[in-house]
């Protein structure tokens, strides 16, 4: 699929509406529970509605509304009854969903209720992690990904969800790199856009998280301290934000961490000045989990009052869990330290989400009926579609796909035999799917006369304990081919799990060693959260398949590229380090005055390790042979209104149909600043039949390739362009572009 990062052409959701294709044939219809933001005179009327519900409110009840509560033992139903709160959190179960609604029906203005969840990545059909999806390097999928979590999670009475994470991350000892989709910018602005669209469609109003430089906390540590300058926040970290609202997101979360050494959640520059003013969100802002709070702990408040205050003042709407705009926003207000005229504004965004998610409007959930929703067929074919694209192959040594001459195979890993594919965004206790395990799945579709044999080989599936490795090295030796899959602890990905070491745990090395010493062909998958470091042991086995938690569907969609009935056609979303010394890695460095070239001592470089990744961003194989030739470009002299247009040719010289990523990099030669080796442009996902090509057209505005200077302005200098063409971040098909002076 095509498509172009443009800042300063179309809105980011009018591109996705050009370039996603219709959607797959089976998948069910538009859940009549959509929500998008209203226009023309219905917008207009809603304003007039908010404004005529805000004078009828006592100073209680607007606080209410800007009060986040959740479900647990401090969590009091009759607050919703006395207006005490509007907004709720962790709520799963329809019947509780239910009960709470009926506490409203007591209240005096019967102000509908916002349900907020972390439905990341599903809600009981569970689709790959969002660095799973943003994988596929295919919009469509990453839509349709949204919006089955939002349409389960709606179907039980949610209509609020904690995502996308949009944080841009290139360090992967942070645990939440699997919420987000990874390094990239232009990558990580499809994914926003693509991720909103899909929520909304499912029925679920979205909050962009986290604003803002979250995901580049020092030393990969959660909640640590942030430094970036204004230039690099413009060009790297804003995008995908300004990507959401322009989709529509209708609210965003703060950050955790402080930036430059102001707190996110007493950020004015940044919540008021740049989200709300310049970036143009219509909705509210809510913090992040007790942020206000934490805002003690950072320094720059020494009480519940002053850090209220600070909250406020800076343009956090609503607080999350903290309970102190429950405790002191009324006084402050009373005191003259607050203006009524912020919590007017605060309150009105409230209302505002409310009245366009049309929950005035709407009819009581109805318990009985959500159970009915859940899992269903079409979920299961959409969640098996992505993950099928999700699967990365980096390497393959001519064992993949499992040939006519596999007689046997021994599945090794409590990974591969578990039927719980836990989440970190787990629904609470609804009633889940039990995955296929992939000994099961590999039977399936081998020929009849191939055994499979499994044995964990770990004390469980979370595999930090050794476990009976004698009965796992026996199915090896009696085996032709090996698999083995690896990963994290069920505990070691998402919020609070950073690293310092992204090596296979011990048991884990262990037991590989062990299969590699059987000298039978070892075949790896690696089930993590985060790049791993594979230096250890990629050479010494046959192939290596990355997966980013594929969800439900994961361990079906193994087996069928494992046995060639699908061609494996995922990307890499982040740079793969050789040690983790090298982290942070990224492909879009800036240049060096010293580049390692002839490794000498004084460049730039490592005494113990190679600077090169062990893998690229972008980079993944297919079981075809790909070629690409044929670069053209319509014209190599631009005006800085002109667009950079041309052609490639993609062939399939050998093996199966397959999919290959036609990616297009740019590089500013000389400017009035140093730029990125190359920046990612453009990508399309092409489809060719075996022996067969395809021309892929390409097209990026000028005004895509400038940059923002300390004050935050923007601008494209004429000059020489470098465009590179390839299937990763490597690129080595060339040709050059002069953007000329009006």
């Known amino acids: 699929m095509r498509l172009v990062l443009s800042r300063a052409a179309l809105p980011i959701l009018m591109v996705l509406g050009l370039a996603l294709p219709a959607l797959a044939q089976g998948e069910a219809t538009r859940a009549p529970l959509s929500v998008a933001w209203k226009t023309g005179a219905e917008a207009e009327a809603i304003e007039q509605r908010i404004e005529a519900l805000l004078a009828q409110m006592t100073l209680a009840e607007k606080v209410g509304q800007l009060h986040l509560t959740g479900r647990g033992d401090s969590f009091k139903p009759e607050w919703v009854a006395e207006g005490r709160t509007g907004v709720l959190m962790n709520f799963t179960q329809p019947r509780e ?64 969800t904690f995502a996308p994470m949009v944080d841009i991350t290139r360090d992967a000892r942070w645990g939440r790199v699997m919420e987000g989709a990874g390094e990239d910018v232009h990558l990580g602005v499809i994914s926003a856009a693509a991720r909103v669209a899909g929520y909304h469609r499912g029925g679920l109003a979205t909050s962009a998280k986290h604003f803002i430089g979250y995901g580049e906390a020092e030393a990969g540590r959660d909640y640590n301290s942030v430094w970036i300058p204004l230039s690099k926040l413009w060009d790297i970290h804003i995008p995908p934000f300004r990507a959401a609202i322009e989709a529509g997101a209708f609210t965003v979360m703060t950050s955790l961490s402080a930036m430059n050494g102001i707190p996110s959640s007493a950020d004015r520059a940044m919540m008021t000045d740049t989200l709300k003013v310049k970036l143009g969100l219509r909705g509210f802002i809510v913090s992040d989990f007790e942020s206000i709070k934490e805002m003690l702990a950072h320094g720059v408040g020494a009480d519940g009052p002053e850090v209220v205050r600070k909250a406020m003042l800076a343009g956090v709407d609503v607080d999350m869990m903290a309970g102190l705009y429950d405790r002191h926003l009324a006084d402050e207000v009373r005191a ?38 859940l899992a269903l067929p079409e979920a299961r074919a959409a969640a098996l579609e992505v993950a099928r694209e999700a699967i990365i192959l980096l390497k393959n040594d001519q064992i993949l796909p499992l040939g006519r001459q596999t007689r046997s195979v021994a599945v090794i890993g409590g990974l591969a035999t578990h039927q719980e594919d836990w989440q970190y965004s787990d629904n609470a206790g609804l009633p889940r799917i039990r995955p296929a395990t992939l000994p099961a799945e ?75 010493a059987t000298r039978k062909p070892v075949i790896v998958i690696m089930h993590t959260a985060r790049p791993f470091v594979l230096t250890g042991f990629v050479d010494r086995v046959k192939a290596v398949l990355q997966t980013f938690h594929l969800g439900t569907e994961g361990r079906t969609a193994l087996a069928e590229v494992m046995t060639g009935r699908v061609n494996p056609s995922g990307k890499l979303p982040m740079t793969f380090p050789r040690a983790t010394g090298q982290v942070p890695i990224y492909y879009d460095q800036l240049p060096t005055g010293r580049p390692r070239l002839t490794n000498a001592r004084y460049e730039s470089g490592y005494l113990d390790e190679k600077i090169e990744p062990l893998f690229p961003f972008g980079f993944g194989l297919t079981y075809s042979r790909f070629t690409l030739d044929r670069l053209a470009l319509d014209a190599t002299s631009l005006p800085l209104t002109g667009t950079i247009a041309g052609t490639v040719r993609l062939a399939n010289g050998a093996g199966p149909a397959g999919q290959e990523v036609v990616q297009v990099y740019v590089r500013q030669r000389v400017g009035s600043r140093s730029r990125p080796v190359r920046q990612l442009k453009f990508f399309e996902k092409v489809a060719v039949a075996a022996g067969g090509e395809a021309s892929v057209a390409f097209r990026i505005p000028v005004q895509a390739l400038g940059f923002h200077d300390d004050q935050g302005r923007y601008s494209v200098e004429p000059g020489l362009y470098d465009v590179f063409v390839g299937t990763d971040s490597r690129a080595s098909l060339t040709a050059t572009v002069t953007v000329t002076a009006p």
Not at 103 to 130: E, H, K, M, V, W
Not at 473 to 502: N, P, W
Not at 503 to 514: C, M, N, S, T
Request: charged content about 20%; aromatic content about 6%; some cysteine.
């Open 97 to 160: 969903v239910r009960a709470v609604q009926a506490q409203l029906a007591r209240s005096r203005l019967r102000i509908p209720l916002l349900f907020g969840l972390d439905a990341i990545n599903g809600f009981a059909t569970y689709f790959p992690q969002p660095l799973g999806q943003a994988a596929t390097f295919n919009a469509r999928l990453m839509e349709v990904s949204a919006y089955w979590a939002a349409r389960e999670a709606r179907a039980v009475g949610v209509n609020w």
């Open 336 to 373: 003259g330290r607050v203006p009524q005229s912020a919590v007017d504004d605060a309150v009105r965004r409230v209302l505002r989400v409310k009245f366009h998610m049309g929950l005035f409007e709407a009819e009581p959930d109805h318990p009985a009926m959500a159970v009915a929703q």
């Open 442 to 516: 590999l039977t399936r579709f081998l020929a009849p006369n191939v055994r499979v044999t499994a044995e964990r080989g770990l004390a469980t599936h979370c595999s930090l304990a050794p476990g009976n490795t004698a009965a796992a090295l026996r199915a090896a030796h009696a085996a032709d081919v090996v698999v083995v899959m690896l990963g994290e602890d069920c505990e070691q990905y998402g919020e609070g799990t950073s690293r310092a070491h992204l090596e296979l745990p011990a048991p884990q090395k262990a037991l590989l060693d062990e299969l590699i």
